[in-house]
Structure formats: C-alpha cells, structure tokens
C-alpha cells in the first residue's frame, strides 16, 4: 500500500479493510481490530464469512458475488459476531478493484443506531396497543351508556304531565328530557365516529353553528340557567363551516362548561360566540369573562393533556386538551388570550 495513505488508514474511526476475491482479509485497519475485538492474525487467518452473523451470510454473499463481478456496494447493512459474542450492526461501502482482485471497503458502526430503531419500533407498537384499547374502551363506553339513557327517556316519558300543575315541576321535567335527549344524540355521533380506523375517514359535512349550538345549550340547560348564563351570538358572518359535527358540539360543549365551571365567584358568565370569514379565513372566536390564565407561566401548557389552572375538585384535563385535538386534527388551527381574572378568548381558524 503507498506507504503516504497508511495514517489514514491507521488512523480513521471508521472501519476500513481490504479483502481478496478468495474471502479473506488482506488488511485492517486498527479501529476495525478495536471493535471486534479479534487479533489482526485471527481476523486474517479464516473467512470471513465465519465473523458474519449466520442470518446475514447468504444475503452477504450475493453481494460478495456482485462485487467480484465489478459492481460496486453502497448502503449495505450486515451483522458480524464480535469475540465477546456480541453482534455489531455495520453499514458498508465496498469497491472491487478487478485488475488487482481486491475489494476496498470501508465500514461504519451503526449498532447504536439500530438499537435506538428498534427501541423506537417497540414503543409505536406498544402506543399503537394503547391507542386500540382506547379505542375500544370509547367505543364500549359509548355504546353501553347508550341503554340507561334510553331507559332514563323511557321513564321521563311515562310521566303523565296532565296531572301535574306545579310550573316549575314541569319546567324540571322538560330540562331532563332535554338533557337526555342532547346526550343521546352526542352518544349516537361520537359512536359513528368512533368506528373509524382514522382521522382520514372521519365524516366531514356542512356544520351550522347555530343548530350545533343550540343542541349542546339543550343538552346542558339546566347547568346554564343556574348559573345565570349570558350568550352573545352572531353567526351572521359565517352560518357553516365545513367540519365534524360530533366534533363541533364537543368543542362548544367543553368551552362552555368551561366558562361556567370557571367564572370568577359571584359573577355570572358571558360568553360572546362570533363568526366570520376573512380573506378566505373562516374563524370562530369565542370569549368569556371568567377567571382566565397567567399565559406567561401556563400559556404554552394550555391544551396539553392532564392540564389543571384552577383549584376545581371535578377538574379532569381533558377538555382543552380534546378541543385542540379536534380542530388541529382536521387541518384547523386554535390560538388562545387570557388575562386572569378578566376571561379568555379562543380563535378557533379553520382550514
């Protein structure tokens, strides 16, 4: 070899070597030595096909044979069994030389780099696991709820009103079955939804935003009236939007019990729901005028999962954590404002 390549060859990082067309090895380099661990007389005194890993021999040796054929080899990964019988995954570049039946090859460790390939391969499988349970368990939980509201329907229904005169008692009547009769319906859409494999198949339609809002301010009616709920509407400037419709109602449901679970003490709620379209930009904004968020310490925590911002026992985390999900899973996008004790504004934009 020209004696001014040998500190090259000496001194590189990665593996190098030169192997004959009879399949032994002419020359190795001393990182090579260093990582499988053998003596330079032992790496060269046997085949080496004997240091490659049983499963990878006869893939290597196709390739062996191409290179003798005077093809070069580019992006080839293989396994060689060290001394200590650890397997090292190595990525290589070969180049035959047919006028001196050599092959220059250069190898590179990537054993890490595997490791964390497959490390990564177990942990999506294992999220993919998780995710069909949950799945699942929406999809039970769903469809089981489904008979004690129908039986709840079922007995409001067999009340005979007739013979009641108290106003109120009548009114209490109504809010229950309106209540269950939102719900059902909110069962009934996430059910469908629920039986999609993926976000692609999720069912898109003209949602309007009054309908939708009214159906979710029957279902929770009672919640709103006992806290003196206020609404500001004015879906003038855009009547439907292209969405979920499942979706949509679990949007406006979690932001408004939101602002009612957490408006400031002995003021009631206002919630202002406005829509329009701007240079093509379809946008809901939503404001209320409850407790609010420090945006500067949780700003940037606001729509993760497990989330909590105020003192609330019946606070779960989830609620901001869903709408987010829903509208940027649909190509939206949702932008928040917040002062403490002066209420929030959600900027819902849609695509």
Known sequence: ?????????????????????????????????????????????????????????????SHRQRLKENVPLVNFENRYVCKSGNLVWLHWTSIPMEGEQLIYAIARDITHKKKLEAERISKLSELSKVNNKLKQLNYTTSHDLRSPLNNLL???????????????????????????????SSMDSFLDTFKNDDISAVKLREVHFKTVFEKVRNSISSLIRNAGTEFQLDFSGLKNV?????????????????????????????????????????????????????????????????????SKEDSKGVGLYLIHNYVTSLGGTILVDSKVDQGTTFTILFK
């Not at 790496?43 to 990878?56: M, Q, T």
């Not at 007995?155 to 009769?181: G, P």
């Open 1 to 61: 070899m020209n004696l001014q390549l040998d500190p090259f060859f000496d001194l590189s990082k990665d593996c190098l070597c030169i192997a004959d067309y009879n399949g032994y090895f002419v020359k190795i380099n001393p990182a090579f030595i260093s990582l499988l661990g053998y003596t330079e007389e032992e790496l060269k005194s046997r085949l080496i096909s004997e240091f490659i890993y049983h499963e990878d021999r006869a893939l290597t040796a």
């Open 154 to 184: 079922s007995l409001v229904n067999m009340i005979n009103v007739d013979k009641i005169d108290d106003t109120e008692t009548l009114e209490l009547i109504q809010y229950i079955r309106l209540s269950a009769e939102g719900l059902k």
């Open 242 to 310: 292209q969405f979920n419709e499942a979706y949509m109602e679990s949007v406006l449901l979690n932001l408004i019990t939101n602002s009612i679970k957490y408006r400031r003490p002995h003021v009631a709620p206002a919630i202002s729901i406005t829509t329009e379209q701007i240079n093509g930009v379809k946008t809901l904004t939503y404001s209320d005028n409850g407790l609010g968020f420090d945006m500067d310490k949780v700003g940037h925590l606001i729509f993760n999962l497990d989330q909590r911002f105020h």
